[in-house]
């Protein structure tokens, strides 16, 4: 059974730096690409990261492209998410998601994910 269980979340200062982390289990890990999703009470949820499965290509949203840093370990079935310089626009729900295998690589849209985790809250205040 596939299942996503990210971690690493909570309060911080604008301008801090928070890791968070999403433990995959129940699937072959290293032969999906991963991707990192959020979403603010009453938001659409938006696209913030996605890496490849050998890790070799990145993708970003424009909000983030230069302060977020998305890797992965395969060999301890993990997805990260560096995130600096965080503002309070960053404050949200932050979802790990399993991209679906005959997705196009340069798709970002949420259907394009088959599997999600719960979620783990970011604040970014003052």
């Known amino acids: 059974q596939v299942q996503l269980v990210e971690s690493g979340g909570g309060l911080v200062q604008p301008g801090g730096s928070l890791r968070l982390s999403c433990a995959a289990s129940?699937?072959?890990?290293?032969?999906?690409?991963m991707a990192w999703f959020r979403q603010a009470p009453g938001k659409e949820r938006e696209f913030v990261a996605q890496?490849?499965?050998?890790?070799?290509?990145?993708s970003y949203g424009d909000s983030v492209k230069d302060r977020f840093t998305i890797s992965r370990d395969n060999g301890k079935d993990t997805l990260y998410l560096r995130m600096n310089v965080l503002k309070p626009e960053d404050t949200a729900v932050y979802y790990c998601?399993?991209?679906?295998?005959?997705?196009?690589?340069?798709?970002?849209?949420?259907?394009?994910?088959?599997?999600w985790g719960q979620g783990t809250q970011v604040t970014v205040s003052s």
């Open positions: 890496i490849s499965w050998g890790a070799a290509r990145t």
């Open positions: 129940g699937y072959p890990f290293s032969s999906y690409v």
């Open positions: 998601a399993r991209k679906n295998s005959r997705a196009v690589l340069e798709s970002t849209e949420e259907y394009e994910y088959d599997y």
